[in-house]
């Protein structure tokens, strides 16, 4: 296409939008190098593609979400080696993403986003990750708890509890949400010690939220 710009300088002018008053205005540079060249990372050795979508998560018109979660996968795909330290970040963005977008079934979405969370990495983390990572759990509990009740989204929910005190388990609210789940699927003894766990929590300074004093007096039994 004659006048067509190249991929280095839609690259020059996303960052350097990127990095002016409007950051958001260097989304349709962005968009434009992904419809052209593809948002895949082995190609995008400047950042540009992940940065693009963390400026669409952030942005959040209509079709954004879903374009973010699109570029992140891409970018995750094939992910250049001086990128790997930002890796979980693109994973963030991801997930994330995945929490937000509405749309019917998206408990399969919602499963994806548990998968990056695992890939995000485990228990000992450093603490930025392991922050991000319960910001994603956090967004696919409330997404799940949104959802129509079933065995799946049951079985989800567990999933997402578990891990949820395994990276917080100083969170009283966690345990009683794992308590709670627990209980609705029949685990009812392993429901009951993550309610005592959460009561124990709620004595401490460390434990957050979740309990009230009248619950207290109901779980406490």
């Known amino acids: 296409m004659a006048g067509a710009r190249s991929r280095d300088e839609l690259a020059r002018l996303f960052q350097e939008t990127v990095q002016g008053a409007d950051p958001f205005a260097a989304v349709d540079f962005g968009l434009e190098m992904a419809e052209r060249f593809g948002a895949d990372g082995e190609l995008d050795t400047g950042g ?3 940065t693009l979508a963390s400026l669409l998560l952030n942005r959040e018109q209509p079709g954004d979400v879903a374009r973010a979660a ?5 970018v995750l795909a094939n992910l250049p080696a001086e990128m790997e330290s930002s890796r979980y970040r693109v994973q963030y963005d991801l997930g994330v993403a995945l929490t937000k977008i509405e749309e019917h079934g998206s408990s399969t979405l919602l499963e994806e986003a548990l998968t990056v969370v695992d890939a995000m990495g485990g228990a000992g983390n ?3 990750r392991a922050e991000l990572q319960v910001e994603v ?3 696919v ?5 949104r959802s129509p009740q079933h065995a799946p989204v049951h079985a989800l929910t567990e999933r997402t509890c578990r ?3 395994q990276l917080a388990p100083g969170d009283a609210k ?4 794992l308590g709670a789940i627990l209980c ?3 685990k009812v003894e392993d429901g009951l010690l993550s309610y005592r766990a959460a009561l124990e929590l709620m004595d401490k300074p460390a434990g957050r939220g979740g309990v009230t004093a009248a619950g207290k007096g109901e779980l406490g039994g």
Do not use: F, H, K, Q
Not at 70 to 74: G, I, K, L
Not at 141 to 145: K, P, S
Not at 174 to 177: A, E, F
């Open 184 to 186: 609705v699927v029949g």
């Open 163 to 165: 891990t949820l005190v």
């Open 141 to 145: 509990y409330n997404a799940l708890v």
């Open 174 to 177: 966690n345990n009683m949400n």
């Open 70 to 74: 699109e570029t992140s996968r891409a």
């Open 48 to 50: 540009c593609m992940a």
């Open 126 to 128: 450093d603490a930025d």
């Open 137 to 139: 759990l956090e967004g």
